[in-house]
Nanobody, 111 residues
Framework: QVQLVESGGGLVQPGGSLRLSCVAS???????MHWYRQAPGNQRDFVAL???????NYAVSVKGRFTVSRDNAKNTVYLQMNSLKPEDTAVYYC??????WGQGTQVTVSS
């Protein structure tokens, strides 16, 4: 049973930056790590992923603004979010498919 704990969310102005972290209770060395987000009233949507080898993939809406990275020695995956927009407001979740999810961290982009 792996536990995932996200942190780093908060309130930021449009154009600002945040870095989210997701710490796993065990090794993530062999896992593709995912970030999802869910805005109020919406479904949970894919944001980004990083494979064990470091390949990445992004949702079109965040490509060029968000960067996913990993530190296997710290069992941690990061999501660097730049040029934030109000539409990025959501709860952000870390995931190891198919069944492991974190509790989420709130990101609010507002002036």
């Amino acid at each position: 049973q792996v536990q995932l704990v996200e942190s780093g969310g908060g309130l930021v102005q449009p154009g600002g930056s945040l870095r989210l972290s997701c710490v796993a209770s065990g090794s993530i060395r062999s896992d593709t790590m995912h970030w999802y987000r869910q805005a109020p009233g919406n479904q949970r949507d894919f944001v980004a992923l990083i494979t064990p080898g470091g390949s990445t993939n992004y949702a079109v809406s965040v490509k060029g603004r968000f960067t996913v990275s990993r530190d296997n020695a710290k069992n941690t995956v990061y999501l660097q979010m730049n040029s934030l927009k109000p539409e990025d407001t959501a709860v952000y979740y870390c995931r190891i498919p198919p069944n492991y999810w974190g509790q989420g961290t709130q990101v609010t982009v507002s002036s």
